[in-house]
């Protein structure tokens, strides 16, 4: 007779594991650890077997519930750390074992018959059951008050609670992604605050941008606002014209703020035009002109940028003089910054030539004058398309 599997995580064909309530799939899914699995079902191969194939060896259960309709990037899921189910069925597995050693000790006193004193398989209890040392973890949490605040913080909160299960939605239905969650904040949440809720419930966060008005709100009043960028207004008009980001700093908007914040932040990072660096800052939501801003205001010198640029690109491959100049071009540097910036960084164009010939050996094969044809288009020039081509052994 065939019975549904005990509830637990299982692994499945693609590596990871998926949660079965005893009855049938959940949408929660796990990186592969296997962990609680194994230590539950040690101790008989049948149970081994059966742990292993799933809830699915059974031939009664669909191997996975209907997909969710939404796509898959317009949502996110933050996963319950498998470490801390592991560690609790770890723990029940280890005191089904002490115990299964003090039953077969008895056996064995009773009877010294050794194949008396280990019970059969079908005897074994059943030890994929979860053991009472599981419902020592939280179970529940009683949910917090979370609207108003900034996404990145409720989230932390939550998984302060032990809730990892989050689904992040976008509250003016344009379903947008939140990519980075300190630029949004919260308008509605689910479960309402307040609720003492099971553990693996899925918190709903429905969030706007942090320039948006959640819907259904009504904007806050501008007359103050106004009156305060009207000050700095009147003080700009008496001092001299290239002194002008005092004012503007102190009448931006928090949306601004942030967009400056976020230029600062990625310019640490790495080398961007202007051009490159408001595009990026669009797609991290903010609006166009909160993006300009944050560009003009985030200290840059571009031409620097375009130094460390093309520095950054001959780490990844070879380049022509001319070939590089027209990728920092292509990257949003004008020519004057694309120029400037392969000016002023040391490279040999002989070994360039000479690199570039070797990775183009490395995946097709050329002949002489064809591969010094290639490099020559490639922008060398022909002495040094020459000499790259004579150190790849052509």
Known sequence: MSTNAPAGWYPQEDGTQRYWDGAQWTEHIAPGVGAATAA??????????AANAGPQAEGEVPVSPPADEREWWKKKRFLIPIGAVAVFFGIGALGAAAGGDDDSTGVAA??????????????????????PTASEAPTTFM?????????????DELQDLGSYFVDQEDASGDERTQVLDSNWQVCTQDPAAGD??????????????????????EPEATDEPAEVEAAPAEESTSEDEGDTEEPATSSASASQVQAVRQAESYLDYTAFSRDGLVDQLEYEGFSHDDAIYGADNAGADWNEQAVLSAESYLDYTAFSKSGLI?????EGFTKKQAEHGVAGITVDWNEQAALSAESYLDYQAF?????????????FTSEQATYGVDQAGL
């Open 326 to 330: 027209d990728q920092l071009e292509y």
């Open 143 to 155: 949910m917090p008050d979370l609207v108003g605040d900034n996404l990145q913080d409720a989230q």
């Open 110 to 131: 009773a009877s010294p018959t050794p194949t008396e004193a280990a019970p059969s398989p079908t005897e074994t209890p059943d030890v994929s059951s979860p053991t």
């Open 367 to 379: 002949s002489r004058s064809g591969l010094i044809d290639q490099l020559t288009y490639e922008g």
């Open 40 to 49: 539950s079902t040690d101790s008989d191969p049948q149970v081994v077997g």
């Open 196 to 217: 003492e809720v099971p553990i693996e419930t899925v918190v709903v966060l429905a969030s706007v941008t942090l320039d948006e008005t959640c819907p259904g709100e």
